[in-house]
């Protein structure tokens, strides 16, 4: 009971692909890692004053003399996306042309120079027939970056967005491409938890695929979870969300409870609930009122 949901989702994820059972897809990054024996920095959240991460100094490349400040953040959000496996897209193909970190590009008509505005398509990169759209709105030195995975027949249902503050990470007056970014951890962090990781996970729970979220694993690991976390934690497990409450509501969780906190515990009142989840779980709160 006293470990954490954290701590017993990591120990049996873990014992579980260990022995081969399921694949989590790797993100980019993890995958350069492994043929990487460079000491050179793989993510953004690793680069100095003195050394780009290779994949932002290959996107950079597509930049030039006129570029502003915008620009540069806008091509730091394609290297970030490219980290949690989104890849841009082509205008006029359903399939990117980029297969690792250190291809990738700036997409053509990228931005609409009458108004500023940033548009462009991904595709993560496990499951490619799934679309997203980067939307990135200037307002004065800020900028509004929404994306939205395309779920629902090419229509978004839900996005994620974030207002990034450009000159907080942009020096646009340095002349040295590694001492132009500054506190790019922050900004690395904060985009990661709030739209490409929810992003990835929601594509990955759409499309069946095993991912590093407790939605996205197999309904049995689910159980098991559940059968291992104590009343309390259970209810606000129920809160989180529709799949998680119907999960938590399952008569047979309640009466394993039962069964592992209160062995000797024999029922002498038959009266039936209105629902079979209530019998158990009234039994099991009569129980610890005891």
Known sequence: MAESCESVVSSIVTSVVSHGQVKVP?????????TSGSPEPILVEDMTFTKLVPSLERILKDLNKSSIHHDYIVALIIVLLAEAGFYPLLRDSDRSQCSNLKSLYIPKNWKIESTGMYNMYFQLQAVPHIKCKLFVLPLGDELIVSFYPLLEEGVARKGYSMMVQTLRHVNPYST???????????LSHSFKNTIS??????????????????????????????????????TKMAQCCKQFCALCSDPQLWKSLIQRDFPNFIRTNHKKMTKDRDYYYQDYMALIMI
């Open 26 to 34: 790797e993100t980019p990054c993890q995958e350069d890692a492994k």
């Open 176 to 186: 040295d491409l590694s001492g132009r970014y500054f506190n790019l951890k922050v």
């Open 197 to 234: 990781t929810p992003a990835r996970s929601d594509i990955l729970i759409k499309a069946g695929v095993m991912g590093p979220s407790l939605q996205a694993i197999p309904i049995e690991l689910k159980y098991r979870i559940l059968k291992m976390l104590d009343a309390r934690t259970l």
